[in-house]
């Protein structure tokens, strides 16, 4: 996380992912995604969810035939 990195609520994160708070809320009490604890509430950082959406991210066929070919 760096120091301009945005904090964003959990209702915002669910925003940004398209997904329900319910969803962001069980990333968090399983630690599938990095957050913030200030106090009570929970922040999660915008490059938390960037790096949640590359790990995810499922290469196209050619990217993925790509990395297998043999190297002469």
Do not use: C, H, N
């Not at 209702?11 to 069980?26: D, Y």
């Not at 790096?51 to 790509?66: F, G």
Request: proline share 4%.
């Amino acid at each position: 996380m760096t120091t301009t990195d945005t904090l964003l609520t959990v209702e915002q994160a669910a925003e940004r992912l398209g997904t329900g708070v319910r969803f962001i809320r069980r990333l968090i009490q399983e630690r599938r995604i990095r957050y913030v604890k200030l106090g009570k509430p929970v922040r999660i950082p915008e490059s938390a969810l960037a790096e949640y959406v590359a790990e995810r991210t499922v290469p196209t066929l050619r990217e993925a035939r790509s990395s297998f070919r043999k190297v002469a």
